[in-house]
T-cell receptor
Framework: KAGVTQTPRYLIKTRGQQVTLSCSPI?????VSWYQQTPGQGLQFLFEYFSETQRNKGNFPGRFSGRQFSNSRSEMNVSTLELGDSALYLC?????????????FGEGSRLTVL | KNQVEQSPQSLIILEGKNCTLQ??????????LRWYKQDTGRGPVSLTI?????NTKSNGRYTATLDADTKQSSLHITASQLSDSASYIC????????????FGTGTRLQVFP
């Protein structure tokens, strides 16, 4: 069974640009969630999507957004990039809900903002 | 405020030795507590997940304990191996509210030969 796939693995952007990251969940998993990981703040929950609807949202500004498609694949977008957005962005999938089920993480997309 | 605190921040041990990592939380209402292992540059991998009624859960050489009364958990690693070198992250899940998942900042474990 294929794991969670995230693309791209690495990317470099400049301040003010926007970026879109992609996540393909494990087949059959309907919940996809996104996380930001930085050395200073650790892992922080961004949002969760289930059946194309945002179900939960963390404490991040509106520049961070996401969506989920009918095949459960998900994208997250960060607009007007800031230096502080440099981080490892992780995606995880689970059959039901982030608060109940075991999370299966992808390898992450490492974003560097210059 | 919902919080998860882990100690120590970092730990160095010799191969073959045992170690215990700590996790204290103030999360309400509590749903479950998870331990993840994260190798450098990789995504976290689940080790254990425990609900309110579970005191102990093992996964090979990893044994997690949970005391829901004192809101403390520990992860015990037996007969450590070089491959145990990683960050170990404690995550507590709330039943409802905006704080669904609260992450600890992790314990960085290094195992030397």
């Amino acid at each position: 069974k294929a794991g969670v796939t995230q693309t791209p693995r690495y990317l470099i952007k400049t301040r003010g640009q926007q970026v879109t990251l992609s996540c393909s969940p494990i087949s059959g998993h309907r919940s996809v969630s996104w996380y930001q990981q930085t050395p200073g703040q650790g892992l922080q929950f961004l949002f969760e999507y289930f059946s194309e609807t945002q179900r939960n949202k963390g404490n991040f500004p509106g520049r961070f957004s996401g969506r989920q498609f009918s095949n459960s694949r998900s994208e997250m977008n960060v607009s007007t990039l800031e230096l502080g957005d440099s981080a490892l962005y992780l995606c995880a999938s689970t059959p039901q809900s982030v608060s109940i089920g075991e999370l299966f993480f992808g390898e992450g997309s490492r974003l560097t903002v210059l | 405020k919902n919080q998860v605190e882990q100690s120590p921040q970092s730990l160095i041990i010799l191969e073959g030795k045992n170690c215990t990592l700590q996790c204290n939380y103030t999360v309400s209402p509590f749903s479950n507590l998870r331990w993840y292992k994260q190798d450098t540059g990789r995504g976290p991998v689940s080790l254990t997940i425990m609900t309110f009624s579970e005191n102990t859960k093992s996964n090979g050489r990893y044994t997690a304990t949970l005391d829901a009364d004192t809101k403390q958990s520990s992860l015990h690693i037996t007969a450590s191996q070089l491959s145990d070198s990683a960050s170990y992250i404690c995550v507590v899940s709330a039943n409802f509210g905006t704080d669904k998942l609260i992450f600890g900042t992790g314990t960085r474990l290094q195992v030397f030969p």
